[in-house]
């Protein structure tokens, strides 16, 4: 019987080794939750993510409700902001943003003061193009703005406005005043009306050390140019109300930093433990002995589970002072999953149209999101009853 013994034990190692080795080269994932969400677009050449997530928020919120599918016009609120935009530019001398970018705020004050429009009614594909390519927009709207501060006729013209307004017509088409869906005739406002969205419902979360806990502030960042402000909670607590929110049946906005190596383009977004890393069993071999930029550069190719770091409150706090953590692309998290380990991801919807591993959707770790959130948008009724009175939340 001894005889038998090395060679089973051989083969029980080396069936281990390729247990390990399946865990670190690939990702395998179950859903536990998916929240109905309407199809993934794709904000292709243009800073409008905000916009698509928002409005796919908006869209789901919808669904939700029991007011069916709805495709809403993306570039019909683009095209409002970019007028609130250079009307606060202006009178700010020059001194807040004028870009492509934005924030979930956009969106629901643009529903809250002038409406909304199906997406057929305003495309916003004007210029000869099949998809979104803002550069040459985003040019014109940023020089028009140079010149409006200039004021080179020692006072405002009374054109300067409308002159604006004819290049957002050119490039987006004109915002309607009213159009017709399913056989009745709508304004912007009156179609925002039948929707049944009370923008009123809907607040930011955040978790900065930097202002009171419980507090309310407007973060600091260039999109932010609105000032929005968002509750300041714990990030325990923010993540409390993330978790049930989706819990309850809300998807969640969520503003968060990709430029991160750990959010690559296949469909993943995590944040390996460098150090743990180097020495993940049976892979070590793969991490050991490499440079720096080696090693980041393997992190951002990871096509499966690694440990990941532990997130506290100080580390997202330095990471935002840094410049580390900066609000560069806006989503949807819509549902749950869970790896082969048995450790937890969102499902995020992004704007991306079809790409990556799944099709448009990614996979977010905990850690990450504990990590790289700016702010989460949530439904009111979605925060926890306690932490609504915490906030002073009706």
Same mark, same amino acid.
């Given at each position: 019987m001894k005889r038998f013994i090395l060679p089973a034990m051989l083969v029980f190692c080396l069936s281990v080794f390729a247990q390990e080795k399946a865990k670190v080269d690939t990702f395998e994932f179950t859903t536990v939750k998916a929240l109905p969400i309407t199809p993934v677009k794709n904000q292709s050449s243009s800073g409008t993510c905000w916009s698509f997530s928002g409005i796919g928020f908006i869209e789901s919120e919808l669904l939700r409700m029991g007011k069916g599918e709805y495709d809403l016009s993306e570039m019909y609120v683009v095209y409002q902001n970019?007028?609130?935009?250079?009307?606060?530019?202006?009178?700010?001398?020059?001194e807040t943003t004028l870009a492509g970018g934005g924030s979930f705020a956009d969106v629901l004050d643009c529903i809250r003061d002038y409406g909304i429009v199906p997406n057929d009614v305003q495309t916003g594909l004007n210029y000869g193009d099949t998809i979104h390519r803002h550069g040459e927009l985003d040019a014109l709207v940023k020089a028009y703005g140079g010149v409006i501060i200039k004021n080179p006729n020692k006072k405002l013209s009374s054109a300067w406005l409308n002159g604006y307004k004819g290049i957002l017509d050119a490039y987006l088409g004109k915002a309607p005043e009213s159009f017709q869906y399913k056989g009745k005739t709508y304004t912007p406002k009156s179609f925002a009306s039948e929707l049944g969205i009370n923008t009123d419902n809907y607040v930011s979360i955040t978790s900065f050390t930097h202002h009171p806990f419980y507090t309310s502030f407007a973060v600091e960042i260039p999109d932010n140019w609105r000032w929005a402000e968002s509750y300041n909670l714990p990030l325990e607590e923010m993540m409390q109300v993330l978790d049930n929110a989706l819990d309850k049946g809300y998807t969640v906005a969520w503003a968060s930093d990709v430029s991160e190596k750990g959010f690559n383009r296949k469909g993943i977004a995590i944040v390996p433990d460098a150090d743990a890393v180097e020495t993940a069993g049976s892979d070590q071999e793969r991490w050991v002995g490499v440079s720096k930029e080696e090693l980041q550069n393997r992190i951002a190719n990871l096509s499966g589970p690694v440990p990941e770091r532990k997130i506290d409150q100080q580390m997202r706090q330095e990471g935002f002072d840094n410049y580390e953590t900066t609000d560069d692309h806006g989503m949807l998290i819509y549902g749950t999953a869970k790896d082969q380990n048995g450790s937890k991801y969102y499902l995020v919807k992004n704007s991306w149209g079809p790409a990556g591993t799944y099709k448009g959707t990614w996979y977010a770790s905990v850690?990450?999101?504990?990590?790289?959130?700016?702010?989460?948008?949530?439904? @009111? !009724?979605?925060?926890? @009853? !306690?932490?609504?009175? @915490?906030?002073?939340l009706k």
């Amino acid at each position: 019987m001894k005889r038998f013994i090395l060679p089973a034990m051989l083969v029980f190692c080396l069936s281990v080794f390729a247990q390990e080795k399946a865990k670190v080269d690939t990702f395998e994932f179950t859903t536990v939750k998916a929240l109905p969400i309407t199809p993934v677009k794709n904000q292709s050449s243009s800073g409008t993510c905000w916009s698509f997530s928002g409005i796919g928020f908006i869209e789901s919120e919808l669904l939700r409700m029991g007011k069916g599918e709805y495709d809403l016009s993306e570039m019909y609120v683009v095209y409002q902001n970019y007028v609130d935009k250079l009307v606060k530019y202006v009178r700010m001398h020059g001194e807040t943003t004028l870009a492509g970018g934005g924030s979930f705020a956009d969106v629901l004050d643009c529903i809250r003061d002038y409406g909304i429009v199906p997406n057929d009614v305003q495309t916003g594909l004007n210029y000869g193009d099949t998809i979104h390519r803002h550069g040459e927009l985003d040019a014109l709207v940023k020089a028009y703005g140079g010149v409006i501060i200039k004021n080179p006729n020692k006072k405002l013209s009374s054109a300067w406005l409308n002159g604006y307004k004819g290049i957002l017509d050119a490039y987006l088409g004109k915002a309607p005043e009213s159009f017709q869906y399913k056989g009745k005739t709508y304004t912007p406002k009156s179609f925002a009306s039948e929707l049944g969205i009370n923008t009123d419902n809907y607040v930011s979360i955040t978790s900065f050390t930097h202002h009171p806990f419980y507090t309310s502030f407007a973060v600091e960042i260039p999109d932010n140019w609105r000032w929005a402000e968002s509750y300041n909670l714990p990030l325990e607590e923010m993540m409390q109300v993330l978790d049930n929110a989706l819990d309850k049946g809300y998807t969640v906005a969520w503003a968060s930093d990709v430029s991160e190596k750990g959010f690559n383009r296949k469909g993943i977004a995590i944040v390996p433990d460098a150090d743990a890393v180097e020495t993940a069993g049976s892979d070590q071999e793969r991490w050991v002995g490499v440079s720096k930029e080696e090693l980041q550069n393997r992190i951002a190719n990871l096509s499966g589970p690694v440990p990941e770091r532990k997130i506290d409150q100080q580390m997202r706090q330095e990471g935002f002072d840094n410049y580390e953590t900066t609000d560069d692309h806006g989503m949807l998290i819509y549902g749950t999953a869970k790896d082969q380990n048995g450790s937890k991801y969102y499902l995020v919807k992004n704007s991306w149209g079809p790409a990556g591993t799944y099709k448009g959707t990614w996979y977010a770790s905990v850690p990450f999101v504990e990590y790289k959130t700016i702010s989460i948008v949530v439904h @009111k !009724d979605a925060i926890p @009853k !306690d932490l609504q009175k @915490k906030l002073g939340l009706k």
